[in-house]
């Protein structure tokens, strides 16, 4: 059990509007709470607007286990509870952070997520450049029904699994209605999908919202979503070989009104190199409240003394 006057240090970086709590547990010295599901519990408790700090997600740095396979490690926590394999947005959030604070060494950067290791690196106008591991499951043409409406919609995982619907308005979807059904339809249970709505704007351009399953909301942008949709629009829609051979990148309006940008090579029914330009921001630096600290954290029993470290 953690005591409830241990001090939580954190960072808010924003990713194209995606924002995220970082905290450094390269010490160690939140490991039990990962080890026992309590950051689950402390994600819920700092994400919630209004009553915590505010975010879309909680991310950790930790040392990984294995030497040389990364030069660090993230995990990512949903508004929920929940633990998220990778988030493309957060990962950019995360890569500012660690290289802002000097942890890592300069160029490429390798962090180690559940969801495998993933590349990336700064780049011009607060942009920030990751590279995450190969799309799988990737359906086409499906067909969706929710209360008498059918959706046409693709499906792949990009680190998490993605429906893309396509729309012929965006801005007049009414997200928050369609977004929930879409996100917990039987079909994709018992986990559900991130429920991504696409319009295409023309060749190798995208307006994309999404419904992101964890934070149960609309976010402002969706790193992975982008990447889904991006990919599965291509597909669909046949575009040039220069978005599909990585030489152009497919651009994605957020619902931020940033410029997302997503490369990536397609051949033979295979996806790799994918890639995604996300604008970082960062928003604040911090230390929890007392108060919502011995919320946040296992708390001590109240007849025992703290002793702060």
């Known amino acids: 059990m953690i005591c409830r006057c241990t001090r939580i240090d954190f960072e808010k970086l924003s990713g194209s509007g995606n924002d995220f709590l970082c905290i450094d547990n390269r010490d160690g010295r939140f490991d039990r709470l ?51 394999e990778l988030c493309g947005n957060g990962t950019a959030c995360f890569l500012y952070w660690v290289i802002a604070h000097g942890w890592v060494p300069e160029g490429e950067v390798k962090v180690l997520t559940p969801a495998g290791v993933v590349r990336g690196h700064n780049g011009l106008n607060n942009y920030v450049r990751v590279c995450i591991p190969d799309p799988e499951g990737m359906q086409t043409d499906l067909q969706v029904t929710v209360q008498e409406v059918t959706w046409q919609c693709d499906f792949v995982v990009t680190g998490v699994p993605h429906l893309i619907t396509y729309v012929d308005d965006l801005d007049r979807l009414d997200v928050a209605c369609w977004g929930p059904r879409l ?127």
Not at 62 to 84: C, N, Q, Y
């Open 183 to 309: 996100r917990h339809h039987p079909r994709f249970g018992p986990r559900g999908v991130n429920a991504n709505f696409v319009q295409v704007l023309g060749e190798g351009r995208l307006a994309v919202r999404t419904f992101e399953f964890g934070v149960e909301a609309e976010t402002l942008a969706c790193g992975t979503g982008s990447a889904a949709a991006a990919i599965m629009a291509a597909r669909r829609f046949h575009w040039h070989q220069d978005y599909t051979t990585g030489r152009r990148p497919v651009h994605i309006r957020a619902r931020s009104g940033d410029l997302l940008k997503v490369w990536f090579t397609a051949s033979d029914g295979l996806v790799t190199d994918v890639c995604l330009e996300t604008i970082v921001r960062v928003v604040c630096a911090g230390v929890v409240s007392p108060e919502l600290t011995a919320i946040a954290l296992n708390p001590c029993p109240d007849q025992a003394v703290c002793q702060r470290p």
């Open 34 to 84: 990962l080890g026992d599901q309590g950051a689950g519990h402390m994600a819920k408790a700092l994400c919630r607007r209004g009553l915590g700090v505010g975010a879309d997600g909680l991310i950790f740095a930790i040392t990984p286990e294995l030497e040389g396979v990364a030069h660090i490690g993230a995990r990512f926590f949903e508004p929920d509870g929940s633990e998220a």
